[in-house]
């Protein structure tokens, strides 16, 4: 960390870091990308070996411990065996389609940690649209998930296509709700706004809208219990059943790119993003994103998975009406109490969202029918 | 204007991770909703029943444990039942308390396996199959102190079983059989309530109670839809009748119910095996049976309760070394005949679920 | 089972309903016609005094001069088993009728049968070989097939 206290200030109220550092635009501009790539890509691996190892404990194994130090340097094997696998194109593929679809699902996955702040002010650029830019930007990736779907010529990716396309865009609009409640507490939709406006971490603030966050964007991004996309049990791996090599490696990199991008969105809208006491912010940053990172690993290894009709009717029965009364409450709540402490505010969100998840869970039927122990 | 579409079929086919061995089953589909399925066998028959009449009838012991290899044992004990029926063989009382023993871990084995693969298939990422792992492995750490072997045991003779316990068995098996009961109340209280595993298994697959018994479904499966049918009890064998223990049944023949069938069967087995571990006597384990048995003329029908339902050997006997004709009754296959009735109107993923919930192993189906 | 089989009853009431059928009995095993066999287990199944509802399993031995098909037959209501056999003497074209309207459990059993020894059943819906692949000659298990 001490490159970071050298060259980037840690004063913990930083003054926010001039949109041009270190020199001017063009030169903020490819230092940048250059310190996202590098960021992208060790958090990567780093994910991929943190969720073997979690999910390993939660299974009563060890994981992988041969490769380097605690297994330190197996995702840099997996990444060597990879690269060096022979690139398969099977005969009766859509050509175009199959060779582009890694790409389309690779990049919007990258483009997004564009706006993410990790300091005060340090984002590649502080868009004052940023949430907005998110949400379209990531819904792009699952163009490419249907192409590779559609093109490989296979029912199984067939089936798995269509499913994405249900899921991912059912799960879209409670998501879009949930941000509407963060926005209206913090005026503004600029991601590094967002965080300096939480005085009180807006997941006390808004506990309904982080759940319906959390369990839409795991819906987004193929996780158990969602990922019903690429069911290994069903439909073998899904979408990217016929790839194998790099382009396969494209494939489970937007996966995990995916979930790093969610951990990080997350904590920026609910979790306070970079503020903490005594660490340096980008401690905290990395400290909160691996947290939520965490949350998500647990929750795959302990649930199983849906069926599509039962995830549909989660979507469009449970939280698309919970989302929009989560935006009723948030509104009035800031039209009608602007100057009322956000303690109290906290409060009283918690036990109406106690309340509604209660009043939720017993006239809902995912199916029809009523399930009983 | 109504929308044309298409059925399509897809091949769920030999290589699947969901289709516990070489087991393909061609769907017709619409969409996800599947109007057809034929499922195709063969895939694994290595023609035992004809190579069987090859060997002498100790010979054939060996291919016993290789039909459902995940349950030797009780392989084993149906064949050499059948043999001593037809040869009118008197089994010592030690070597049949021992077989006892060995029949209910084995079935406990069988049942862990079972439940664990169905909530892999479910999709619980190999969580639950791995703590029931956990627990199968101790089984086979007492297999392997008996007789050598994890996984074919060839146990038991005609006239008995071949190898006595050692003396750290007995306190090993003691320590097992205390462990397992707290074990499978945690695993229940993890799964029973979680609402996802409900919803995927309850009025899942549901087989009424003449349709069981109309397609001839044996084992937990029968015992799921509400019959209360165990050859423990009906046709006892071995010594069985000297025990105390329950059938569990379930209500309504869904995937939960033989779930739940599945697990109140190990706490049955445990019973067993306490009871039978007081009760053993010391003594002979095999009696003296010729090296090449030449039984009578005749024929005999030899059955056990084997975990995935009635296990049963048809032989018939010329006079010769060699069983004129060995016929093994498959409960996987008899139960498989249910599948067609049970998948045509559901999705998919409710599909791989019944599929697992009827429990089979192809080495059984195929011979 | 654990209750004897009163096989002379059964046989009695068997020739009043299907007169001429059985043609030997003994233990808990009859011997039927291969003409009247169906009318032999429809009436198995349906009266109510004996009520065998459950077809354990089927099988078929090959005799040399004869195949003999086996149907074990249980009463789970009684608690009671027959064993009810048929001969068939053609060799060349062996032909019964199919059960699987009284018991469906049959299904996979008959095909099997019809795979490894060439016994035709009629009336079964889809009579085709299971374990072997469609072209395949001959019938394995019967005794007079080379292996090669």
Not at chain 1, 8 to 18: E, R, S
Request: hydrophobic share 50%; aromatic share 12%.
């Amino acid at each position: 960390m001490s490159i970071f206290s050298n060259v980037i200030p840690t004063v913990i109220h930083a003054a926010p870091l001039a949109p041009d550092w270190p020199s001017g635009f063009w030169s903020h501009l490819i230092i940048f990308v250059v310190i996202l790539f590098i960021f992208y890509i060790f958090m990567a691996m780093a994910f991929i070996y943190f969720e073997r190892r979690v999910i390993s404990r939660f299974q009563i194994r060890i994981g992988p411990n041969r490769i380097g130090p605690f297994g330190l340097f197996q995702p840099v094997a997996d990444v060597i065996k990879i690269l060096i696998k022979e690139d398969i194109i099977p005969g009766n593929v859509d050509k175009i389609i199959y060779i582009l679809a890694p790409a389309v699902a690779v990049v919007p996955s990258i483009l997004v940690f564009a706006v993410i702040p990790f300091q005060n002010g340090t984002a590649l650029i502080d868009l004052n649209i940023g949430i907005l830019y998110i949400v379209a930007i990531s819904s792009v990736s699952t163009v490419g998930l249907v192409m590779a779907g559609w093109s490989s010529n296979n029912k199984y990716a067939l089936i798995s296509a269509m499913r994405i396309i249900a899921q991912v865009v059912s799960y879209e609009i409670p998501m879009a709700l949930a941000i509407l409640g963060v926005v209206l507490f913090s005026g503004t939709l600029s991601m590094n706004g967002i965080v300096q406006a939480q005085t009180v971490p807006y997941i006390l603030l808004q506990p309904l809208g982080f759940v319906i966050y959390f369990l839409a964007s795991m819906a987004e991004i193929n996780r158990t219990p969602f990922d019903l996309l690429e069911a290994e049990g069903e439909i073998v791996a899904g979408f990217n059943i016929e790839y194998s090599g790099f382009k396969f490696a494209l494939f489970f990199l937007t996966e995990y790119a995916e979930a790093i991008a969610v951990s990080a969105i997350i904590t920026t809208l609910y979790l306070g993003g970079w503020k903490g006491p005594f660490l340096p912010p980008i401690l905290w940053f990395l400290i909160k994103v691996f947290a939520v990172f965490a949350l998500i690993i647990w929750v795959r290894a302990t649930l199983p998975r849906l069926r599509i009709d039962q995830v549909m009717g989660f979507a469009w029965k449970c939280l698309l009406p919970l989302a929009i009364l989560n935006l009723l409450i948030t509104a009035c709540q800031v039209v009608f109490w602007p100057a009322l402490s956000q303690w109290i505010i906290a409060g009283v969100n918690i036990v109406l969202s106690a309340v509604l998840v209660v009043l939720w869970s017993r006239f809902f039927r995912l199916t029809g029918d009523k399930v009983e122990a | 204007m109504t929308l044309r579409t298409e059925t399509f079929i897809l091949n769920a086919g030999p290589q699947h991770p969901s289709t516990h061995g070489v087991f393909r089953m061609r769907f017709t589909l619409d969409g996800e909703v599947i109007q057809d399925v034929e499922p195709v066998f063969g895939y694994l028959h290595r023609g035992i029943e004809k190579l069987a009449e090859g060997l002498t009838y100790s010979q054939d012991i060996v291919f016993t444990d290789r039909l459902d290899y995940l349950a030797s044992m009780t392989n084993n004990q149906a064949y050499v039942l059948a043999v001593e029926k037809l040869a009118g063989i008197q089994v010592p009382e030690r070597a049949e308390y021992l077989r006892v023993i060995m029949a209910e871990l084995m079935r406990i084995s069988s049942h862990l396996m079972a439940v664990g693969f169905l909530l892999n298939d479910i999709g619980a990422f190999l969580t639950p199959l791995l703590y029931m792992y956990r627990e199968r492995e101790k089984i086979l750490d007492l297999y392997d102190m008996v007789c050598g072997q994890r996984l074919t045991y060839n146990y038991m003779r005609i006239g008995g079983v071949s190898q006595d316990i050692p003396e750290e068995f007995v306190p090993a098996l003691k320590r097992f059989i205390d462990s397992l009961p707290r074990f499978i109340k945690e695993y229940e209280q993890l799964l029973e309530t979680n609402e996802i595993v409900l919803i995927r298994t309850k009025n899942v697959g549901t087989l009424s109670k003449e349709s069981a018994i109309n397609y001839s479904a044996a084992g937990p499966v029968l015992r799921a839809s509400g019959i209360k049918w165990d050859i423990r009890k009906a046709d006892p064998y071995s010594v069985y009748s000297r025990f105390k223990f329950e059938i569990p049944t379930g209500i309504k023949g869904d995937v939960y119910d033989r779930y739940r069938v599945r697990i109140e069967e190990m706490h049955q087995s445990i019973a067993i095996i306490k009871q039978a571990m007081e009760q053993i006597p010391q003594g002979e384990i095999q009696t003296k049976v010729s090296r090449v048995l030449k039984p009578a003329k005749g024929e005999a029908y030899g059955r056990i309760e084997g975990p995935k339902g009635e296990l049963g050997f048809y032989l018939v006997s010329d006079g010769g070394t060699n069983p004129y004709r060995l016929h093994v009754r498959p409960p996987s296959l008899i139960n498989l005949t249910a599948l067609r009735e049970l998948l045509i109107g559901v999705k998919i993923a409710d599909a791989m679920a019944i599929f697992g919930s009827i429990d089979i192993c192809v080495g059984e189906v195929d011979r | 089972m654990t209750l004897a089989l009163q096989i002379a009853q059964l046989v009695a009431g068997l020739e009043k309903s299907v007169p001429g059928s059985v043609t030997e009995s003994g233990g808990n095993i009859i011997v039927v016609k291969p003409e009247s066999l169906f009318k032999v287990l429809s009436d198995l199944k349906t009266n109510k005094e004996w009520d065998f509802n459950y077809l354990s399993f089927m099988t078929a031995v090959d005799y040399q001069t004869y195949f003999e098909v086996v149907y074990d037959l249980i009463s789970l209501e009684h608690n009671q088993e027959v064993l009810v056999k048929t001969r068939l003497t053609d060799r060349e074209k062996p032909v019964l009728p199919s059960v699987i309207s009284l018991w469906k459990g049959a299904d996979f059993q008959e095909r099997e049968i019809f795979d490894l020894f060439g016994i035709n059943f009629t009336g079964h819906p889809n009579m085709k070989r299971i374990f072997l692949w469609d072209g395949f000659q001959g019938y394995p298990l019967r005794k007079d097939f080379k292996q090669s």
